[in-house]
């Protein structure tokens, strides 16, 4: 063993693998905003109504996205450990 200190191969490994759960935690983060947002935009909600939709889908998305980074991440270091 080195003391610990990780090759360049699993530095390498673990940029990719923070790329994929960023870029991917967009997809849930749109859904979820999407899904509140198209709704009052076809309706047609009063004002006070539509930035109430805003700011509940910003921070629903945002917490789609924290929940998508961290589940990858997660994932990634539970198999790094069993070797594989």
Request: proline share 4%.
């Amino acid at each position: 063993m080195d003391g610990g200190r990780e090759s360049r191969w699993e530095k390498d490994a673990m940029t990719v693998e923070i790329m994929f759960a960023l870029v991917t935690a967009g997809f849930p983060a749109a859904i979820v905003f999407g899904a509140l947002l198209v709704p009052a935009v076809l309706v047609g909600v009063s004002e006070p109504a539509g930035k109430a939709l805003l700011v509940v889908g910003a921070v629903l998305a945002a917490c789609a996205a924290v929940w998508r980074v961290v589940r990858v991440l997660l994932r990634f270091d539970a198999s790094r450990r069993q070797g594989r």
